[in-house]
């Protein structure tokens, strides 16, 4: 084992202090940036969802009795 304890692991010579604050700072940035990242995706999900409850309002009753895509058949020239 390279250590003869656990408070010489954690001290590490001298070093432990720098060590564990790299690490706190680490772990606290990674929360704080999965954080970070799961509020904006909420955020930009309900962006999308109100714009399309308004482009729904704009187009009015009649999109939603019409079907949203239709399937034609289309001549195309083999020349």
Known sequence: ??????????????????????YAAFFLLMIGLMVWSLRRRKAAIEACRRGYEVQADRQGPQAASASAASFTRVKVSQD
């Open 1 to 22: 084992m390279a250590f003869d304890s656990f408070s010489a692991f954690i001290v590490m010579e001298g070093h432990g202090p720098y060590v564990w604050s790299c």
